[in-house]
């Protein structure tokens, strides 16, 4: 029974960890697409500053991602 349940532990973690990571690349290839954008349309303020506070999130979700994927790891 200790043996199925270090097992059933073991790939609980290591199925979370390969969510986060692709969680991790979904949101790097966000982030990089609106990056993009910024620099084609600077001539829109308004926009700019949309996109700006979405990366801005994105960072902060990564850093999480980043402390969770380490804490599993």
Do not use: C, P
């Not at 609980?12 to 349309?41: F, G």
Request: no cysteine.
């Amino acid at each position: 029974m200790d043996f199925d349940k270090k097992l059933e532990a073991m790939l609980k973690r290591k199925v979370e960890l390969e969510r986060l990571r692709v969680e991790e690349e979904t949101i790097l290839n966000w982030k990089e697409k609106v990056a993009q954008s910024l620099t084609i349309h600077k001539d829109y303020r308004s926009l700019e500053i949309t996109l700006k506070k979405v990366v801005q999130s994105m960072d902060n979700r990564l850093r999480l991602l980043h402390a969770q994927i380490k804490e599993l790891g």
